[in-house]
């Protein structure tokens, strides 16, 4: 009797370790997918008195609950894919949280035949989400191995509206300009001016500004029609440092 149930014992624990080094299917990743977009949609509502708004728009939310955000972090935490919080890529750097994402895409205001500039590809899932809203997606990773990564990931999932540069995105990719809008996802101690003149006019650009591993603003940059920059601060965030020899 005793045996029995010390064999019943380690076929429960056997199944609980099989059971739970199962990668979740693409039904569970939906799942979670879209408790992320309630997150998110939590966080606004939250934060609606600072951001200016009870909602962001319905492009943006469907593109967040529609790029696989589980394809952008290390395998090891996949798990922890969709919860609502910035995670390690390696090199140092991060993957930023959803709720960001969306913000920072929101308040770059894109339509489908824009032309975007990102600086600080990391992962690319900043990327995918804005080649699901635009027309050209060009980016710039200063980490080589990151770069490389994010490139090939891109192309596997099938972007074929997203290019990958590795370099210094201080310098922004005056090959390509001027840009309808440019996202910048690392923290500057100021707005590189060869952004600024990358820029449209009518156009935005969405970057964190601040010390390093202090808090930083998160600017709103709108070039006027007649080229006049006219800033705003929307939210204290915190991001890893634009790097680089500026
Ligand atoms: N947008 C990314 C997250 C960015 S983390 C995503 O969706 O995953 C910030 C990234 O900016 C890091 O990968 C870092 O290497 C990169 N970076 C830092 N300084 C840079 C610079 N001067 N030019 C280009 N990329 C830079």
Redesign the pocket.
């Known amino acids: 009797m005793k045996r029995r149930y010390v064999t019943f014992l380690t076929f429960l624990a056997l199944g609980v370790v099989a059971f739970k080094s199962f990668p979740p299917t693409d039904e569970e990743y939906q799942v979670r997918r879209e408790h992320m977009v309630k997150e998110i949609e939590a966080d606004v509502k939250f934060t609606s008195e600072r951001i200016g708004k009870k909602a962001l728009g319905r492009h943006v939310m469907e593109a967040m609950g529609k790029v696989p955000r589980h394809e952008?972090v290390p395998a090891h935490l996949r798990r922890s894919a969709y919860e609502n919080r910035p995670l390690p890529?390696g090199?140092g750097?991060?993957?930023?949280q959803p709720y960001i994402?969306a913000l920072m895409t929101d308040l770059l205001d894109v339509d489908e035949d824009n032309v975007v500039l990102?600086?600080?590809?990391?992962?690319?899932?900043?990327?995918a989400i804005l080649a699901e809203l635009v027309e050209k997606v060009y980016t710039?990773?200063?980490?080589r191995e990151?770069g490389e990564q994010?490139k090939g990931r891109l192309k596997r999932l099938g972007y074929q509206n997203v290019w990958v540069r590795i370099?210094?995105?201080?310098y922004g990719w005056e090959e390509h300009a001027p840009f309808d809008g440019i996202i910048v996802?690392?923290a500057a101690s100021h707005i590189p001016p060869p952004l600024v003149k990358q820029l449209k006019p009518g156009g935005r650009i969405i970057i964190p500004v601040g010390s390093p591993f202090m808090t930083q603003q998160l600017m709103l940059v709108k070039k006027e029609k007649d080229g006049k920059i006219k800033t705003k601060q929307v939210l204290p965030v915190l991001?890893?440092?634009?790097?680089?020899g500026?």
Do not use: K, R, W
């Open positions: 952008f890529i090199y750097q991060t993957i930023s994402v990102e600086i600080g590809t990391g992962s690319g899932y900043q990327a710039v990773e200063i980490v990151l994010a370099g210094d995105g201080y996802t690392a991001f890893v440092p634009l790097t680089g500026h």
